[in-house]
């Protein structure tokens, strides 16, 4: 029975550690409370531990330490597809890895909770880049910031956040080149209706995953901050051989 300070709210979790034989916590992401942690007790019994990357509806409490008390999870259905589809679960997870690095417990991105709800068999690549285009947006770290020139053809390099192109690179001497696969791409990410109807490669999808990874090593001063990332590019470029 739960208890009266108990809430429900729509949620993914979204990553589960062992903590003990049978208790683990879990990372979620919840509509009104963003990102938690859940101490849940008994998540390895019988009935088996809440599965991880479909929504459904969390029940849970405040609990000491900045950790929340597991009541119940429901998985919704209409979602079975997102564990399914492998293609899915592959970006869906590589999302909540950037979400991980981008914000901390009780924050969130309205439009994360609303995308991370719209995964199809035919848009997992578009929405995925499209999600994490948006993390870093809402995080305050989106890059797209045109060469002063107005150029943005040739060699271009992301340098301190900004596009620069090969003819205004002469005093920069570090940076991330980007190659034309992503800079075709990048434009679309600010125009809403053209970025709808866009499709992309893998290759197109491995080149501005990328950039994007190497954008945010760059802002969080890590090296290699989202670990997945380079995993799945490698996968990317197996699947194009």
């Known amino acids: 029975m739960l208890d009266n300070s108990a809430a429900t ?103 994360f909770w609303k995308l991370i709800l719209k995964f199809t068999d035919k848009n997992y690549r578009e929405l995925s880049m499209y999600i994490i285009y948006r993390l870093l947006k809402d995080a305050g770290f989106w890059f797209y910031h045109p060469c002063a020139c107005g150029k943005l053809e040739g060699g271009l390099t992301l340098h301190n956040g900004r596009i620069i192109c090969e003819r205004c690179n002469l005093t920069v001497s570090r940076g991330f080149a980007i190659n034309q696969e992503a800079a075709r791409c990048l434009p ?16 197109e999808e491995g080149e501005v995953l990328k950039l994007f990874g190497a954008h945010l090593d760059s802002v969080l001063e890590k090296e290699e901050a989202v670990k997945s990332l380079k995993v799945f590019s490698n996968m990317l470029t197996t699947l194009q051989q």
């Open 9 to 111: 709210e729509p949620a993914v979790i979204y990553r589960l550690y062992p903590y003990s034989d049978y208790s683990a916590v879990a990372s979620a992401v919840t509509f009104e409370h963003g990102k938690i942690k859940i101490f849940i007790k008994n998540a390895y019994n019988k009935r088996g531990s809440p599965i991880c990357l479909i929504p459904g509806a969390l029940s849970f409490s405040p609990k000491n330490s900045g950790l929340y008390r597991f009541h119940s999870f429901s998985h919704n259905p209409d979602y079975y597809h997102y564990i399914k589809n492998p293609d899915i679960a592959l970006r869906l997870n590589l999302c909540f890895d950037f979400f991980d690095q981008l914000f901390i417990h009780g924050e969130s991105s309205a439009a």
């Open 188 to 203: 679309l990410f600010e125009k809403t209706e053209a970025y709808r109807t866009a499709k992309f490669t893998s290759a």
